[in-house]
C-alpha cells in the first residue's frame, strides 16, 4: 500500500472513538470509588450507592440514587459488612445501568448509623467537613471499631482517650489500605501494635496506649458491711460507673445472697474478691441425702464431715459412722449424690446400695 494512503488511515483510526476499537473512552466510563466506612444518619430509610462512593462519569445521577439491599437493618452502635461481590450483582442486574461502563475501586464497606448524639455533633460541622469525614477513614476511626468489637461494647457506651502525641499517627489515612492489629495487653490502658500495609509496603508500623473506659453497672455499698454478712438489698444500691474492662467489679446480678469476706465500708464498689458464696452445710450438721441412679431416688440423712458452699463435694458419713461417701452442696442442708458423676463418689470401702438402708 502507498505510504501516503497508509498514513491517511491511521490519521483516521485516531480520530475514532476508544469504544469503537474494542475500549470505552475515559469520557464515558463512570468511576464508582467505595468507602471502607460509612455512618448514616439515623433518619435515613434506605441505602443508596452515593451513600457508599463518590461517583464520577456520565452515569453518577443514576448511580447516586440506587437504592442498595444490605441483607439487614443497619443499627447504631454496631458494624455491617457491605460486601464488593454483592454491590457487584447488585449493579449489574440494575436494567438502567451500564455495568460495561463502571469502574468499581476500593473493597468491602463497614456501615453503622449514627446515635441521636452523635448526629447532633455532626450537625455542627459543615457539609464539607461531613464528606471528608466519610470519604476518607483514618485510623483512629479503624481503631475505635476494633476497641467496640473487642470488648463487645457500643459507641455510647464506650469512652476512648487517646494520647495528644498520637494525634498524627491516628490522622493516618486507611482507605484502601490493610490495617493489621495485635492485642499486646489490657491492664489500666489498652495496648496495641498497629501495621498498615498499602499492597505489598509497609506505611506505618508503631505501638500505641490508650485509655478505653467501658459504662458498667456496679454495686455500692450503702452502708457497713460486716465480715461473713450476705450481702443484700437493703444495704447496697446498683450505679453505673466508667471502669477500666480488666476492673474485677462483683456482678450486681449475682452478687446478692453471697458474704463479705472482710468488712466493707459505705459507698465502696464491691469488687470479686471481696465477696464468697455462703457456706450451706456446716460441719457436724445432719443433711438430707439424696441418691439418684437413673430413674431411681432414694433420699436418707447424713452427717457432713465437712462445710461447703453451693456447687462443692464434701465428705459425708450416715449417722451411725460406719460408712463415708462424697456428695455435692446442692442447697442449705442437701446434697446430692449421682452415679455418673465421678465427682460424687462413695469412698472403696462403701458400698453404694448399702447406703439405701443407712438410718
Not at 453503622?112 to 477513614?137: E, G
Not at 481503631?143 to 487517646?162: A, C, H
Not at 505489598?200 to 454478712?229: C, G, M, N, W, Y
Not at 443484700?232 to 467489679?249: I, N
Request: proline share 5%; aromatic share 4%; glycine share 6%.
Amino acid at each position: 500500500m502507498h505510504t501516503r494512503t497508509i498514513h491517511i488511515l491511521l490519521a483516521l483510526l485516531m480520530l475514532l472513538p476508544a469504544h469503537v476499537l474494542g475500549g470505552e473512552s475515559p469520557d464515558l466510563v463512570t468511576q464508582v470509588r467505595l468507602r471502607s466506612t460509612v455512618r448514616l444518619p439515623i433518619e435515613h430509610t434506605q441505602v443508596t450507592l452515593g451513600d457508599l462512593a463518590k461517583i464520577e462519569g456520565p452515569q453518577a445521577s443514576i448511580l447516586q440514587g440506587l437504592v442498595i439491599n444490605c441483607g439487614k437493618p443497619i443499627e447504631s452502635g454496631t458494624w455491617s459488612t457491605l460486601t464488593l461481590e454483592s454491590l457487584r450483582e447488585q449493579l449489574k442486574a440494575a436494567p438502567e445501568i451500564n455495568f460495561g461502563a463502571i469502574i468499581m475501586l476500593g473493597g468491602d464497606t463497614e456501615l453503622t448509623r449514627l446515635s441521636d448524639r452523635q448526629l447532633q455533633h455532626k450537625q455542627t460541622q459543615t457539609i464539607a467537613t461531613q464528606a471528608d469525614a466519610v470519604a476518607s477513614p483514618t485510623l483512629r476511626d479503624y481503631i475505635e471499631r476494633w476497641v467496640y468489637k473487642r470488648l463487645q461494647t457500643t459507641p455510647q457506651g464506650t469512652r476512648i482517650t487517646f494520647n495528644e502525641r498520637d494525634r498524627s499517627m491516628l490522622d493516618t489515612p486507611t482507605a484502601g489500605r490493610v490495617v493489621e492489629i495485635r492485642e499486646l495487653g489490657r491492664s489500666d490502658l489498652m495496648a496495641l501494635n498497629i501495621v498498615i500495609y498499602e499492597r505489598e509496603r509497609i506505611v506505618l508500623e508503631r505501638a500505641i496506649r490508650f485509655q478505653a473506659l467501658v459504662e458498667r453497672p456496679v454495686l455500692v455499698s450503702t452502708a457497713q458491711i460486716k465480715r461473713d454478712t450476705p450481702i443484700s438489698t437493703e444495704s447496697t444500691r446498683v450505679e453505673t460507673r466508667w471502669l477500666a474492662p480488666t476492673e474485677p467489679v462483683a456482678d450486681p446480678t449475682k452478687s446478692i445472697g453471697q458474704v463479705a469476706v472482710s468488712t466493707i465500708d459505705p459507698g465502696s464498689v464491691l469488687i470479686s474478691s471481696m465477696l464468697e458464696a455462703p457456706i450451706l452445710i456446716e460441719r457436724g450438721q445432719i443433711v438430707s441425702a439424696r441418691s439418684l441412679a437413673g430413674s431411681v431416688s432414694v433420699s436418707l440423712m447424713v452427717r457432713a464431715k465437712q462445710s461447703g458452699r453451693l456447687g462443692e463435694i464434701i465428705e459425708l458419713e450416715s449417722r451411725d459412722r460406719k460408712q463415708k461417701f462424697s456428695a455435692r452442696v446442692a442447697g442449705p442442708g442437701r446434697v446430692v449424690m449421682m452415679h455418673n458423676d465421678q465427682q460424687t463418689r462413695a469412698t472403696p470401702s462403701t458400698s453404694t446400695s448399702s447406703l439405701y438402708g443407712s438410718p
